[in-house]
Protein backbone atom coordinates (compact mmCIF):
# COMPACT_ATOMS: atom_id res chain seq x y z
CA UNK A 1 0.00 0.00 0.00
CA UNK A 2 1.06 3.45 -0.88
CA UNK A 3 2.18 5.63 2.44
CA UNK A 4 0.81 9.16 2.07
CA UNK A 5 0.14 11.75 5.11
CA UNK A 6 -3.34 11.49 5.31
CA UNK A 7 -3.28 14.92 7.28
CA UNK A 8 -1.34 16.26 4.12
CA UNK A 9 -4.52 15.84 2.27
CA UNK A 10 -8.30 17.54 2.58
CA UNK A 11 -11.62 16.83 0.30
CA UNK A 12 -11.92 18.50 -3.22
CA UNK A 13 -14.51 18.05 -4.55
CA UNK A 14 -17.30 15.03 -5.83
CA UNK A 15 -18.64 13.49 -8.63
CA UNK A 16 -22.01 11.90 -9.11
CA UNK A 17 -22.54 8.63 -11.96
CA UNK A 18 -19.22 8.62 -13.18
CA UNK A 19 -16.56 5.97 -13.45
CA UNK A 20 -12.64 5.82 -13.86
CA UNK A 21 -12.49 6.98 -17.54
CA UNK A 22 -12.25 9.44 -18.43
CA UNK A 23 -11.64 11.04 -15.08
CA UNK A 24 -8.63 9.55 -14.08
CA UNK A 25 -6.86 10.91 -17.17
CA UNK A 26 -7.90 14.66 -15.67
CA UNK A 27 -5.92 13.60 -12.91
CA UNK A 28 -2.97 12.07 -14.61
CA UNK A 29 -2.39 15.24 -16.35
CA UNK A 30 -2.31 17.52 -13.12
CA UNK A 31 -0.63 15.34 -11.00
CA UNK A 32 2.25 14.03 -13.58
CA UNK A 33 2.20 16.50 -16.29
CA UNK A 34 1.52 20.09 -15.72
CA UNK A 35 4.72 21.18 -14.63
CA UNK A 36 5.33 21.97 -18.58
CA UNK A 37 2.69 24.62 -18.32
CA UNK A 38 4.04 26.03 -14.12
CA UNK A 39 7.12 24.11 -13.73
CA UNK A 40 5.45 22.41 -10.90
CA UNK A 41 2.70 19.77 -10.69
CA UNK A 42 -0.31 19.14 -8.71
CA UNK A 43 1.64 16.47 -6.48
CA UNK A 44 -0.24 13.75 -5.41
CA UNK A 45 -4.34 12.60 -4.94
CA UNK A 46 -6.22 10.26 -3.81
CA UNK A 47 -9.72 9.37 -5.63
CA UNK A 48 -12.39 7.43 -4.34
CA UNK A 49 -14.85 5.41 -6.23
CA UNK A 50 -18.30 4.14 -4.54
CA UNK A 51 -21.22 2.51 -6.29
CA UNK A 52 -20.28 5.30 -9.44
CA UNK A 53 -20.03 8.54 -6.53
CA UNK A 54 -16.28 9.76 -6.99
CA UNK A 55 -14.25 11.57 -4.30
CA UNK A 56 -11.41 13.31 -4.63
CA UNK A 57 -8.87 14.45 -1.76
CA UNK A 58 -5.48 16.50 -2.82
CA UNK A 59 -2.81 18.80 -1.11
CA UNK A 60 -4.84 22.15 -1.25
CA UNK A 61 -1.38 23.38 -0.28
CA UNK A 62 0.37 22.18 -3.44
CA UNK A 63 -2.68 23.63 -5.16
CA UNK A 64 -2.62 26.70 -3.87
CA UNK A 65 1.21 27.05 -4.53
CA UNK A 66 0.38 26.46 -8.26
CA UNK A 67 -2.19 28.77 -8.13
CA UNK A 68 0.28 31.53 -6.92
CA UNK A 69 2.95 30.60 -9.78
CA UNK A 70 0.27 30.89 -12.47
CA UNK A 71 -0.58 34.16 -11.07
CA UNK A 72 2.67 35.58 -10.89
CA UNK A 73 3.14 34.35 -14.85
CA UNK A 74 -0.03 36.46 -15.55
CA UNK A 75 1.06 39.26 -13.70
CA UNK A 76 4.80 38.90 -15.45
CA UNK A 77 3.80 38.08 -19.05
CA UNK A 78 0.97 39.66 -20.73
CA UNK A 79 1.20 37.74 -23.76
CA UNK A 80 1.10 34.62 -21.80
CA UNK A 81 -2.69 33.95 -21.06
CA UNK A 82 -3.34 34.74 -25.01
CA UNK A 83 -0.39 32.30 -25.71
CA UNK A 84 -1.95 29.35 -23.97
CA UNK A 85 -5.48 30.15 -24.92
CA UNK A 86 -4.87 29.86 -28.58
CA UNK A 87 -2.74 26.59 -27.84
CA UNK A 88 -5.89 25.46 -25.89
CA UNK A 89 -8.21 26.37 -29.13
CA UNK A 90 -6.00 25.12 -31.95
CA UNK A 91 -6.15 21.44 -29.44
CA UNK A 92 -9.88 21.33 -29.25
CA UNK A 93 -10.30 21.53 -32.26
CA UNK A 94 -8.37 18.56 -32.80
CA UNK A 95 -9.84 16.53 -29.77
CA UNK A 96 -13.22 17.23 -31.13
CA UNK A 97 -12.24 16.67 -35.09
CA UNK A 98 -10.69 13.17 -33.95
CA UNK A 99 -13.63 12.20 -31.72
CA UNK A 100 -16.29 13.21 -34.48
CA UNK A 101 -14.24 11.09 -36.67
CA UNK A 102 -14.83 7.86 -34.54
CA UNK A 103 -18.32 8.48 -33.98
CA UNK A 104 -19.06 8.77 -38.17
CA UNK A 105 -17.02 5.53 -38.53
CA UNK A 106 -18.06 2.06 -38.46
CA UNK A 107 -16.58 0.67 -35.60
CA UNK A 108 -17.71 -2.91 -36.11
CA UNK A 109 -15.40 -3.24 -39.61
CA UNK A 110 -12.36 -2.36 -37.07
CA UNK A 111 -10.19 -4.92 -35.62
CA UNK A 112 -9.10 -4.27 -31.90
CA UNK A 113 -5.92 -3.36 -32.73
CA UNK A 114 -7.26 -0.74 -34.16
CA UNK A 115 -9.93 0.32 -31.56
CA UNK A 116 -6.89 0.08 -28.87
CA UNK A 117 -5.48 2.55 -31.86
CA UNK A 118 -8.30 5.37 -31.41
CA UNK A 119 -8.94 4.50 -27.71
CA UNK A 120 -4.66 5.65 -27.12
CA UNK A 121 -4.84 8.13 -29.67
CA UNK A 122 -7.63 10.22 -28.13
CA UNK A 123 -6.12 9.70 -24.70
CA UNK A 124 -3.12 11.60 -26.41
CA UNK A 125 -5.05 14.11 -27.87
CA UNK A 126 -7.21 14.33 -24.38
CA UNK A 127 -3.82 15.07 -22.79
CA UNK A 128 -2.75 17.57 -24.97
CA UNK A 129 -5.95 19.42 -24.58
CA UNK A 130 -6.63 19.56 -20.82
CA UNK A 131 -2.98 20.42 -20.26
CA UNK A 132 -3.91 23.97 -21.76
CA UNK A 133 -7.45 23.53 -20.62
CA UNK A 134 -6.75 23.57 -16.62
CA UNK A 135 -5.12 27.11 -17.52
CA UNK A 136 -8.61 28.67 -16.79
CA UNK A 137 -8.57 26.71 -13.59
CA UNK A 138 -5.51 27.09 -12.21
CA UNK A 139 -5.16 30.36 -10.30
CA UNK A 140 -7.82 29.65 -8.61
CA UNK A 141 -6.64 26.95 -6.52
CA UNK A 142 -8.77 25.17 -3.65
CA UNK A 143 -9.40 28.63 -2.31
CA UNK A 144 -10.12 31.01 -5.24
CA UNK A 145 -7.24 32.90 -5.11
CA UNK A 146 -7.28 34.79 -7.91
CA UNK A 147 -11.20 36.00 -7.28
CA UNK A 148 -9.96 36.78 -4.16
CA UNK A 149 -7.07 38.82 -5.50
CA UNK A 150 -8.89 40.76 -8.12
CA UNK A 151 -11.82 41.35 -5.76
CA UNK A 152 -9.69 43.27 -2.86
CA UNK A 153 -8.50 45.48 -5.60
CA UNK A 154 -11.91 45.86 -6.59
CA UNK A 155 -12.60 46.65 -3.40
CA UNK A 156 -10.23 49.38 -3.37
CA UNK A 157 -11.97 51.46 -6.37
CA UNK A 158 -15.55 50.71 -4.59
CA UNK A 159 -14.66 52.21 -1.56
CA UNK A 160 -14.21 55.70 -3.44
CA UNK A 161 -17.37 55.18 -4.58
CA UNK A 162 -18.72 54.38 -1.34
CA UNK A 163 -19.75 51.28 -3.08
CA UNK A 164 -17.99 48.34 -1.34
CA UNK A 165 -21.06 46.78 -0.61
CA UNK A 166 -21.50 45.53 -4.09
CA UNK A 167 -18.45 44.23 -4.67
CA UNK A 168 -19.91 41.02 -5.66
CA UNK A 169 -22.45 42.73 -8.17
CA UNK A 170 -19.58 44.61 -9.47
CA UNK A 171 -17.38 41.58 -9.82
CA UNK A 172 -19.22 39.49 -11.90
CA UNK A 173 -20.49 41.53 -13.77
CA UNK A 174 -16.66 42.79 -14.84
CA UNK A 175 -15.49 38.67 -14.99
CA UNK A 176 -18.42 37.62 -17.42
CA UNK A 177 -17.51 38.15 -21.08
CA UNK A 178 -20.05 39.24 -22.82
CA UNK A 179 -20.04 36.48 -25.74
CA UNK A 180 -22.94 33.88 -26.36
CA UNK A 181 -22.24 31.11 -25.16
CA UNK A 182 -23.25 27.44 -26.61
CA UNK A 183 -25.98 27.08 -23.72
CA UNK A 184 -27.27 30.51 -25.05
CA UNK A 185 -27.47 29.33 -28.58
CA UNK A 186 -29.11 26.47 -28.05
CA UNK A 187 -31.48 28.35 -26.62
CA UNK A 188 -32.08 30.83 -29.26
CA UNK A 189 -32.21 28.55 -31.46
CA UNK A 190 -34.81 26.23 -29.56
CA UNK A 191 -37.12 29.40 -29.45
CA UNK A 192 -36.58 30.22 -33.24
CA UNK A 193 -37.29 26.62 -33.90
CA UNK A 194 -40.64 27.37 -31.98
CA UNK A 195 -41.54 30.42 -34.11
CA UNK A 196 -40.79 28.33 -37.48
CA UNK A 197 -42.97 25.74 -36.24
CA UNK A 198 -45.25 28.10 -35.51
CA UNK A 199 -45.79 26.10 -32.11
CA UNK A 200 -47.14 23.36 -33.56
CA UNK A 201 -45.54 20.07 -32.81
CA UNK A 202 -46.85 17.13 -34.51
CA UNK A 203 -47.00 17.83 -37.94
CA UNK A 204 -43.86 16.45 -40.35
CA UNK A 205 -41.70 19.88 -40.53
CA UNK A 206 -42.14 20.32 -36.62
CA UNK A 207 -40.69 16.89 -36.13
CA UNK A 208 -37.63 18.05 -38.66
CA UNK A 209 -36.70 20.90 -36.67
CA UNK A 210 -36.84 18.70 -33.85
CA UNK A 211 -34.78 16.14 -34.72
CA UNK A 212 -32.37 18.56 -36.32
CA UNK A 213 -31.98 20.68 -33.20
CA UNK A 214 -31.63 17.53 -31.24
CA UNK A 215 -28.74 16.38 -33.55
CA UNK A 216 -26.79 19.62 -33.20
CA UNK A 217 -27.37 20.09 -29.34
CA UNK A 218 -28.14 16.08 -27.63
CA UNK A 219 -24.67 16.28 -26.12
CA UNK A 220 -25.02 19.20 -24.01
CA UNK A 221 -25.64 17.93 -20.78
CA UNK A 222 -23.63 14.33 -21.23
CA UNK A 223 -20.68 15.25 -18.75
CA UNK A 224 -18.46 12.23 -18.12
CA UNK A 225 -21.10 9.66 -19.28
CA UNK A 226 -24.34 11.22 -19.03
CA UNK A 227 -27.37 10.52 -21.31
CA UNK A 228 -27.96 12.62 -24.11
CA UNK A 229 -30.65 14.62 -24.53
CA UNK A 230 -33.48 12.87 -27.10
CA UNK A 231 -36.10 14.45 -29.97
CA UNK A 232 -38.40 13.31 -27.11
CA UNK A 233 -36.66 15.58 -24.53
CA UNK A 234 -36.98 18.59 -26.66
CA UNK A 235 -40.46 18.02 -27.62
CA UNK A 236 -41.61 17.80 -23.87
CA UNK A 237 -39.46 21.04 -23.49
CA UNK A 238 -41.81 22.91 -25.63
CA UNK A 239 -45.09 21.14 -24.67
CA UNK A 240 -43.92 22.60 -20.90
CA UNK A 241 -42.92 25.77 -22.42
CA UNK A 242 -46.19 26.59 -24.51
CA UNK A 243 -48.42 24.66 -21.71
CA UNK A 244 -46.92 28.02 -19.73
CA UNK A 245 -48.02 30.25 -22.81
CA UNK A 246 -44.75 31.61 -22.48
CA UNK A 247 -44.27 33.33 -26.04
CA UNK A 248 -40.98 32.62 -27.79
CA UNK A 249 -40.90 36.40 -29.82
CA UNK A 250 -40.83 38.04 -26.33
CA UNK A 251 -38.86 35.68 -24.79
CA UNK A 252 -35.97 35.98 -27.61
CA UNK A 253 -36.84 39.88 -27.73
CA UNK A 254 -36.21 39.27 -23.54
CA UNK A 255 -33.06 37.73 -24.16
CA UNK A 256 -31.73 40.32 -26.76
CA UNK A 257 -32.48 42.86 -24.33
CA UNK A 258 -30.97 41.35 -21.42
CA UNK A 259 -27.46 40.97 -23.37
CA UNK A 260 -27.82 44.49 -24.03
CA UNK A 261 -28.19 45.77 -20.83
CA UNK A 262 -25.93 43.69 -19.21
CA UNK A 263 -23.17 45.43 -21.82
CA UNK A 264 -24.27 48.56 -20.82
CA UNK A 265 -24.38 47.75 -17.23
CA UNK A 266 -20.69 46.34 -17.94
CA UNK A 267 -19.52 49.43 -19.92
CA UNK A 268 -20.77 51.82 -16.49
CA UNK A 269 -19.06 49.35 -13.74
CA UNK A 270 -15.90 49.33 -16.43
CA UNK A 271 -16.00 53.10 -16.61
CA UNK A 272 -16.73 54.03 -12.84
CA UNK A 273 -13.76 51.74 -11.43
CA UNK A 274 -11.83 53.68 -14.43
CA UNK A 275 -10.39 50.58 -15.92
CA UNK A 276 -9.28 51.96 -19.00
CA UNK A 277 -7.39 53.91 -17.04
CA UNK A 278 -5.77 52.08 -14.82
CA UNK A 279 -3.54 49.29 -17.17
CA UNK A 280 -3.08 46.48 -14.37
CA UNK A 281 -6.30 46.60 -13.00
CA UNK A 282 -7.89 46.66 -17.10
CA UNK A 283 -5.50 43.64 -17.82
CA UNK A 284 -5.86 41.45 -14.74
CA UNK A 285 -9.58 41.73 -15.56
CA UNK A 286 -10.27 41.00 -19.14
CA UNK A 287 -7.80 37.88 -18.96
CA UNK A 288 -10.82 37.11 -15.79
CA UNK A 289 -13.55 37.26 -18.37
CA UNK A 290 -11.46 35.29 -21.24
CA UNK A 291 -10.12 32.72 -18.79
CA UNK A 292 -13.71 32.16 -17.54
CA UNK A 293 -15.31 32.03 -21.17
CA UNK A 294 -12.79 29.76 -22.15
CA UNK A 295 -13.44 26.84 -18.96
CA UNK A 296 -17.31 27.03 -19.76
CA UNK A 297 -16.02 26.24 -23.60
CA UNK A 298 -13.59 23.64 -22.90
CA UNK A 299 -15.86 21.82 -20.65
CA UNK A 300 -18.31 22.18 -24.20
CA UNK A 301 -15.54 20.42 -25.69
CA UNK A 302 -15.14 17.65 -23.78
CA UNK A 303 -18.58 16.92 -22.98
CA UNK A 304 -19.28 16.58 -26.59
CA UNK A 305 -16.12 14.65 -26.93
CA UNK A 306 -17.01 12.54 -24.52
CA UNK A 307 -20.34 11.50 -26.12
CA UNK A 308 -18.85 10.55 -29.39
CA UNK A 309 -16.48 8.68 -27.98
CA UNK A 310 -19.12 6.63 -26.35
CA UNK A 311 -19.73 4.56 -29.46
CA UNK A 312 -15.98 3.31 -29.02
CA UNK A 313 -16.37 2.62 -25.15
CA UNK A 314 -20.08 0.48 -26.48
CA UNK A 315 -18.27 -0.93 -29.29
CA UNK A 316 -15.22 -2.22 -26.77
CA UNK A 317 -17.60 -3.64 -24.54
CA UNK A 318 -19.26 -5.69 -26.79
CA UNK A 319 -15.91 -7.24 -28.05
CA UNK A 320 -15.00 -7.71 -24.23
CA UNK A 321 -18.71 -9.17 -23.32
CA UNK A 322 -18.67 -6.44 -20.57
CA UNK A 323 -21.04 -4.15 -19.74
CA UNK A 324 -19.70 -0.08 -20.82
CA UNK A 325 -19.19 0.97 -17.18
CA UNK A 326 -17.51 -2.26 -16.58
CA UNK A 327 -15.21 -0.77 -19.54
CA UNK A 328 -14.84 2.50 -17.71
CA UNK A 329 -13.53 0.86 -15.09
CA UNK A 330 -10.73 -0.65 -16.59
CA UNK A 331 -7.20 1.51 -16.37
CA UNK A 332 -5.86 3.56 -19.56
CA UNK A 333 -2.89 1.91 -18.67
CA UNK A 334 -4.50 -1.47 -19.28
CA UNK A 335 -6.43 -1.30 -22.42
CA UNK A 336 -3.90 -2.77 -24.45
CA UNK A 337 -3.82 -6.26 -22.39
CA UNK A 338 -8.20 -6.66 -22.43
CA UNK A 339 -8.60 -5.71 -26.10
CA UNK A 340 -5.34 -7.31 -27.78
CA UNK A 341 -4.81 -10.21 -25.11
CA UNK A 342 -8.23 -10.84 -23.99
CA UNK A 343 -6.78 -10.24 -20.42
CA UNK A 344 -9.37 -8.70 -18.05
CA UNK A 345 -11.13 -9.50 -14.57
CA UNK A 346 -14.71 -9.05 -14.61
CA UNK A 347 -14.49 -9.63 -10.02
CA UNK A 348 -11.47 -6.80 -10.45
CA UNK A 349 -13.71 -4.66 -12.42
CA UNK A 350 -17.07 -5.26 -10.46
CA UNK A 351 -15.12 -5.00 -7.45
CA UNK A 352 -13.69 -1.47 -8.73
CA UNK A 353 -17.35 -0.18 -9.22
CA UNK A 354 -18.49 -1.09 -5.85
CA UNK A 355 -15.53 0.67 -4.10
CA UNK A 356 -12.34 1.28 -5.06
CA UNK A 357 -9.36 3.63 -4.40
CA UNK A 358 -7.12 5.01 -7.04
CA UNK A 359 -3.32 6.91 -5.44
CA UNK A 360 -1.38 9.21 -8.02
CA UNK A 361 1.71 9.77 -6.81
CA UNK A 362 5.73 9.72 -8.11
CA UNK A 363 4.69 9.40 -11.58
CA UNK A 364 2.56 6.00 -10.29
CA UNK A 365 -0.76 4.78 -10.37
CA UNK A 366 -1.92 2.57 -7.64
CA UNK A 367 -6.29 0.65 -7.51
CA UNK A 368 -7.16 -1.07 -4.19
CA UNK A 369 -10.49 -2.48 -3.50
CA UNK A 370 -12.49 -4.29 -1.15
CA UNK A 371 -10.89 -3.83 2.70
CA UNK A 372 -7.51 -2.03 1.72
CA UNK A 373 -9.72 0.44 -0.50
CA UNK A 374 -12.16 0.71 3.01
CA UNK A 375 -9.47 1.53 4.92
CA UNK A 376 -7.77 4.01 2.82
CA UNK A 377 -11.65 5.91 2.29
CA UNK A 378 -11.17 6.50 6.47
CA UNK A 379 -7.98 8.15 6.09
CA UNK A 380 -8.60 10.62 3.87
CA UNK A 381 -12.29 11.10 3.33
CA UNK A 382 -12.86 11.71 7.04
CA UNK A 383 -16.40 13.65 7.72
CA UNK A 384 -15.53 16.83 8.65
CA UNK A 385 -17.50 18.14 12.16
CA UNK A 386 -19.95 20.53 11.25
CA UNK A 387 -22.58 22.29 13.10
CA UNK A 388 -26.06 22.14 12.05
CA UNK A 389 -28.00 24.08 13.89
CA UNK A 390 -26.31 27.48 12.13
CA UNK A 391 -28.48 29.40 10.31
CA UNK A 392 -26.47 31.62 7.83
CA UNK A 393 -23.86 30.64 5.92
CA UNK A 394 -21.48 32.99 3.41
CA UNK A 395 -20.38 32.02 -0.04
CA UNK A 396 -19.38 33.72 -2.82
CA UNK A 397 -21.27 35.76 -5.53
CA UNK A 398 -21.76 34.38 -9.03
CA UNK A 399 -25.07 36.39 -10.36
CA UNK A 400 -26.45 38.57 -7.99
CA UNK A 401 -29.92 39.37 -6.57
CA UNK A 402 -32.08 38.35 -3.91
CA UNK A 403 -34.72 35.71 -3.64
CA UNK A 404 -36.67 33.78 -0.84
CA UNK A 405 -37.86 29.61 -1.27
CA UNK A 406 -37.90 26.38 -0.25
CA UNK A 407 -34.69 24.46 -0.37
CA UNK A 408 -34.43 21.39 -3.17
CA UNK A 409 -30.93 19.18 -2.79
CA UNK A 410 -29.99 18.34 -6.24
CA UNK A 411 -27.23 16.15 -6.78
CA UNK A 412 -28.07 13.96 -9.57
CA UNK A 413 -30.63 13.10 -11.75
CA UNK A 414 -32.58 10.81 -9.24
CA UNK A 415 -33.11 14.39 -7.20
CA UNK A 416 -34.68 16.43 -10.11
CA UNK A 417 -37.76 14.92 -9.90
CA UNK A 418 -38.42 16.61 -6.53
CA UNK A 419 -37.57 20.41 -8.45
CA UNK A 420 -40.32 22.60 -8.79
CA UNK A 421 -40.73 26.27 -10.27
CA UNK A 422 -39.60 28.33 -7.83
CA UNK A 423 -37.52 26.53 -5.43
CA UNK A 424 -34.06 27.16 -4.67
CA UNK A 425 -31.50 24.38 -5.96
CA UNK A 426 -28.48 23.36 -3.42
CA UNK A 427 -26.11 21.26 -4.46
CA UNK A 428 -22.67 20.56 -3.67
CA UNK A 429 -21.80 21.38 -7.13
CA UNK A 430 -23.48 21.33 -10.02
CA UNK A 431 -23.35 19.85 -13.56
CA UNK A 432 -25.02 20.02 -16.81
CA UNK A 433 -27.09 16.95 -16.27
CA UNK A 434 -28.89 19.24 -13.71
CA UNK A 435 -29.74 22.12 -16.02
CA UNK A 436 -33.33 21.34 -16.35
CA UNK A 437 -33.79 21.64 -12.72
CA UNK A 438 -31.54 24.76 -12.83
CA UNK A 439 -34.30 26.52 -15.27
CA UNK A 440 -36.86 26.03 -12.25
CA UNK A 441 -34.49 27.44 -9.91
CA UNK A 442 -35.35 31.42 -7.99
CA UNK A 443 -31.77 30.59 -6.55
CA UNK A 444 -28.78 28.43 -7.15
CA UNK A 445 -26.45 27.67 -4.09
CA UNK A 446 -23.58 25.21 -3.93
CA UNK A 447 -21.12 24.21 -1.46
CA UNK A 448 -17.89 24.27 -4.36
CA UNK A 449 -17.11 26.14 -7.07
CA UNK A 450 -15.10 29.15 -7.61
CA UNK A 451 -15.48 31.81 -10.39
CA UNK A 452 -15.60 29.44 -13.36
CA UNK A 453 -17.53 26.59 -12.16
CA UNK A 454 -21.15 25.11 -13.77
CA UNK A 455 -23.17 26.86 -11.40
CA UNK A 456 -21.52 30.23 -11.80
CA UNK A 457 -21.43 30.14 -15.73
CA UNK A 458 -24.76 28.86 -15.84
CA UNK A 459 -26.29 31.10 -13.30
CA UNK A 460 -25.09 34.02 -15.23
CA UNK A 461 -26.86 32.25 -18.39
CA UNK A 462 -30.24 32.01 -16.56
CA UNK A 463 -30.37 35.24 -14.68
CA UNK A 464 -30.73 33.80 -11.20
CA UNK A 465 -28.93 34.85 -8.04
CA UNK A 466 -26.34 32.36 -7.56
CA UNK A 467 -23.75 31.64 -4.68
CA UNK A 468 -21.10 29.59 -4.71
CA UNK A 469 -18.18 28.03 -2.35
CA UNK A 470 -20.59 27.77 1.09
CA UNK A 471 -18.37 24.62 1.73
CA UNK A 472 -21.44 23.26 3.62
CA UNK A 473 -25.24 24.34 2.70
CA UNK A 474 -26.07 20.45 1.74
CA UNK A 475 -25.28 19.54 5.04
CA UNK A 476 -27.09 22.62 7.07
CA UNK A 477 -30.26 22.56 5.13
CA UNK A 478 -32.55 19.85 4.32
CA UNK A 479 -35.38 19.96 1.29
CA UNK A 480 -38.26 22.22 2.56
CA UNK A 481 -36.21 24.60 4.42
CA UNK A 482 -37.17 28.11 3.56
CA UNK A 483 -34.08 30.46 3.37
CA UNK A 484 -32.81 33.63 1.67
CA UNK A 485 -30.11 33.48 -0.61
CA UNK A 486 -28.75 37.63 -0.80
CA UNK A 487 -26.35 37.16 -3.59
CA UNK A 488 -25.13 40.89 -3.85
CA UNK A 489 -23.81 40.07 -0.75
CA UNK A 490 -23.02 36.26 -1.01
CA UNK A 491 -24.98 35.32 2.41
CA UNK A 492 -27.83 32.46 2.67
CA UNK A 493 -30.03 32.99 5.59
CA UNK A 494 -32.40 29.97 7.07
CA UNK A 495 -36.12 31.69 7.77
Not at 139 to 154: A, D, M, R, T, V
Not at 169 to 186: A, G, K, P, W
Not at 187 to 209: C, T, V
Request: aromatic share 10%.
Amino acid sequence: MVKLDPKKFSYATSNYNVSIWPLLMLSEMLCFHFQKITGLNFGSAVGEWRQRVNRWAVDNKRFDLVAKKTIKRIMADKKWVQHCLKKLEASCCKLINFSHSVYRSDLSKKNNHQLLSLYLQYRKLYFAMYLYGWVPNAPEGQNNLFSEYLKKLLLVKLKKLKKENQVGEYFFVMTTLNRTTVREQEQIDFLEMLIKSKRKLNNSYSKKLIADHTKKYCWLPFDYEGQAWTEEYFTDQAKDLLSRKIDPFKELKKMKLARKDFAAKQRRYWRECELDKDEKLGYLFKNAQLLMWWKNKRKDILYQSYFYMDKLIHEIAKRLHLTPIQVRHILPQEMKAALVDNKHNVHELNARIQHSIIVLTDHKIKIYTGAEAKKMALQFFKPKQVDLSQNNLIGQTAYGGQVTGKVKIINDLEDMAKMEFGDILVSEKTVPVLVPAMKKAAAIVTDQGGITCHAAIMARELKIPCVIGTKIATQIFNDGDKIRVNADSGQVVRI
